[in-house]
């Protein structure tokens, strides 16, 4: 499904406040694939001029972290995102759906777009991950091979 097709990543977060920087890592780590299809970039936040490379593509994945109050039910969360036509706050763009929005209004462009939220505890001042956060990287990076039908 995704073989020609022109994917991106973007994993965002803040690297400085512990867990939030799991979406920047894993976009790191995913254009250490090095695979020709697929474009990933590593961002603190999501900012307007992405929409011009959301605009490129057939697919984008948002990676970012999702604040969890109980490690027993923490998993990893992947939504299928539409166009919110309620968005109406174009000045600040803090989500994918106003990013997206934002895509469609300039370019009238819409692709396929994912937003995959991976659990976290710790938002504190760190540049490590918490123990749930990091077991988490790996099945997100599974996650989406599977969803790209990578090997």
Request: proline share 3%.
């Amino acid at each position: 499904m995704f073989e020609r097709s022109k994917i991106l990543i973007i994993g965002y977060g803040n690297t400085l406040r512990g867990d939030d920087g799991v979406g920047y890592k894993i976009a790191e780590m995913i254009e250490q694939w090095n695979l020709d299809n697929i474009t990933s970039i590593a961002v603190h936040q999501l900012t307007p001029d992405l929409a011009d490379k959301i605009a490129q593509s057939d697919t984008v994945f948002f990676i970012d972290a999702i604040p969890i109050h109980d490690i027993n039910t923490a998993n990893i969360q992947i939504k299928t995102l539409s166009i919110n036509e309620k968005i109406n706050n174009l000045a600040h763009h803090n989500n994918p759906e106003q990013l997206l929005y934002l895509t469609a209004a300039i370019y009238q462009k819409f692709p396929i777009a994912y937003w995959i939220l991976v659990p976290a505890l710790n938002f504190n001042f760190s540049e490590e991950f918490s123990l749930i956060t990091q077991n988490h990287v790996n099945l997100t990076l599974e996650k989406i091979k599977n969803m790209l039908s990578i090997k």
